[in-house]
């Protein structure tokens, strides 16, 4: 498995998606800061993750959408499907790789922070438990991303599916205060990922949060390996 995972993680500096991913990650992040905290003169990094967590439904496809369809469409996956390597080791190496390109550069991007200490007085426990929120919150999408992309060989189709299906799962608790029916819109907001991510934003450590993103990563890497199970025996 840590030799898939180690080509995988090169496959992305062997071709620019892996640059072009990481430059776009650490402008518009830059942008973000300077636009909500620096100009308005606060230490809070509320605002920032806000839209930072809408960027990561454009930002993360580019990770994700080739990681498996290309398998699909250049026909090597047989090669997955065939290989002495279980599906699972084959799976979590490419969604590990996927994962590790994001926090290296999410963590890279929290360098925007220190400039805080300067003219500041920042909170850092608060900082900290929001950067692992976000962290979980992405490990999460990685993950829907990996299983979007093992359905269809068509990278633009695999990225387009992922935006949509990471944006859904972020207006969950706007679309649910429109909702009336009492039940439905409690099911809503207990799915929403927005509403359990505003809890690190003012510093709780909300362990069932944590737990709710860990098993969304786990159901949508379930699934893959299911999908290629079918394929498998088909």
Aim: aromatic share 16%.
């Amino acid at each position: 498995m840590f030799a898939i995972y180690k080509k995988e993680l090169r496959s992305f500096f062997v071709n620019p998606i892996g640059y072009v991913f990481v430059a776009l990650f650490l402008a518009v992040s830059s942008l973000v800061f300077t636009y909500t905290t620096l100009n308005s003169g606060t230490c809070d990094l509320g605002s920032y993750y806000l839209i930072m967590l809408y960027m990561f439904a454009i930002l993360i496809p580019l990770l994700t959408m080739r990681i498996l369809s290309e398998e699909k469409k250049t026909k090597t996956e047989q090669l997955l499907l065939t290989s002495p390597v279980s599906l699972f080791s084959v799976i979590f190496a490419k969604y590990l790789a996927a994962f590790t390109l994001f926090a290296g550069t999410l963590l890279a991007s929290c360098l925007n922070f220190v400039v805080l200490y300067f003219y500041g007085e920042p909170n850092t426990p608060v900082m900290f438990a929001t950067t692992l929120g976000i962290l979980m919150i992405g490990s999460a999408f990685v993950a829907i991303g990996v299983f979007v992309s093992a359905c269809t060989e068509n990278q633009l189709v695999s990225a387009l599916v992922t935006i949509v299906s990471i944006l859904s799962t972020l207006v969950l608790s706007i679309l649910a205060g429109y909702v009336n029916f009492t039940p439905l819109r409690v099911v809503m907001k207990w799915l929403s990922v927005f509403d359990r991510f505003s809890r690190f934003t003012t510093g709780y450590f909300d362990v069932v949060a944590l737990l709710y993103y860990i098993s969304i990563t786990v159901i949508f890497i379930f699934l893959t390996i299911r999908v290629y199970e079918k394929r498998r025996w088909e």
